[in-house]
């Protein structure tokens, strides 16, 4: 299932790089923000069905910005993306409503798991993303 | 204040621990295998640390990243110029098609692998912890090694501030490159954390 993907990261490299691999997938970018303001503006527009969201943007914590967008649309799906492994992130994402985590540096084999599982819970009609 | 024997020990397992997983993740992005050259894992002082440096008078690109919480700890990680050169190469390699016309793509992805190589050792030190431990975007960084830890310090206050620093070398046989990581931990933030 082809996505329309929203990457918001403050570097210009791991958007590019996230855009290539989500080609590479068949899936298409329809927007990109380098910030917690232009996530937000770019998540009201509304191209997108799921958000990868970068934990650390440099107007603020990438966790508020995913707490707004639930707010927005509390059936948002929402990766989170992040140098960042540490364990009681991974909670306190999950618990704000991130689908999941993806781990920089990427790999296409995670991405599209991560990814397929939107499809799998939609076909399956189990709780999780709309 | 200074740290008891079991803090310092303690201190010196989680860089241990820290600077393996950056090397595999550098290793993972570079698509090549990178090994622990050298490593001062305990206390070292400035003053020794910056007249090892002056050894070498060639240029560093590479990023400081500063742990955002009551945690007072810095990374800078620095790259010999043409190390930065070849791991750019290495780490853009499978999408030279989209970055190649990027301006600054060389700082910008010493500045992007330099926030993965300081989250690998921080996030060893939160897990260990119990927390979570944010980092400030990376703030890339010019010039000789010993430029690069002066400025760095100058960030501290010499009179009041205890340093404790861990020093770690990186290379890669495959790529002939090498990285420095250079670990600033402010001592009371760390004693206070560390006797939790």
Redesign the interface.
């Known amino acids: 299932m082809a996505h329309r993907i929203l990457v918001v990261d403050d570097s210009p490299v791991v958007r590019l790089i996230l855009q290539d691999m989500l080609e590479a997938l068949g899936h298409k970018v329809v927007a990109q923000a380098e910030s917690a303001a232009g996530a937000i503006a770019a998540f009201r527009e509304g191209k997108h069905d799921v958000v990868l969201l970068d934990i650390s943007l440099p107007d603020g914590e990438g966790l508020s910005v995913l707490r707004e967008m639930r707010q927005i649309d509390p059936s948002a799906r929402v990766f989170i993306v992040t140098g960042n492994a540490q364990k009681a992130l991974r909670e306190q994402a999950i618990e704000s409503g991130a689908l999941g985590l993806l781990q920089k540096p990427f790999d296409a084999k995670e991405l599209a798991a991560l990814l397929g599982q939107i499809g799998e819970a939609a076909s399956s009609g189990a709780a999780g993303p709309a | 204040m200074t740290l008891t024997l079991a803090q310092k020990a303690a201190f010196t397992r989680l860089m241990d621990a820290g600077i393996r997983r950056s090397a595999e ?1 550098l290793g ?2 570079s698509d090549t295998k990178w090994g622990i050259m050298a490593s001062s894992l305990n206390e070292i002082s400035a003053v020794r640390l910056l007249s090892w440096f002056h050894r070498d008078g060639g240029t560093y690109l590479g990023a400081r990243v500063a742990s955002k919480t009551d945690l007072s700890m810095e990374f800078l990680v620095m790259f010999p110029d043409k190390s930065s050169k070849v791991v750019t190469a290495a ?2 390699k ?2 030279t098609r ?2 190649e016309k ?1 301006p600054e ?1 060389l700082k ?2 010493i ?2 692998v330099s ?2 190589l300081a ?2 050792i ?2 060893v030190v ?2 260990e912890l ?8 990376p703030k890339v960084i010019s010039g000789t090694k010993a430029g690069v830890l002066s400025a760095a310090l100058d960030d501290y206050d010499g009179r009041k501030d205890m340093l404790l620093m861990a020093h770690m070398d990186l290379y890669s046989e495959n790529l002939s490159a090498e990285c420095s990581v250079v670990v600033i931990a402010e001592t009371e933030s760390l004693r206070r954390i560390l006797s939790r």
């Open positions: 993740l993972k992005m780490v853009t499978p999408h989209r970055l990027l793509l910008l992805t500045g992007e926030n993965i989250q690998g921080i996030g939160a897990d119990g927390r979570t431990i944010f980092l400030s975007a």
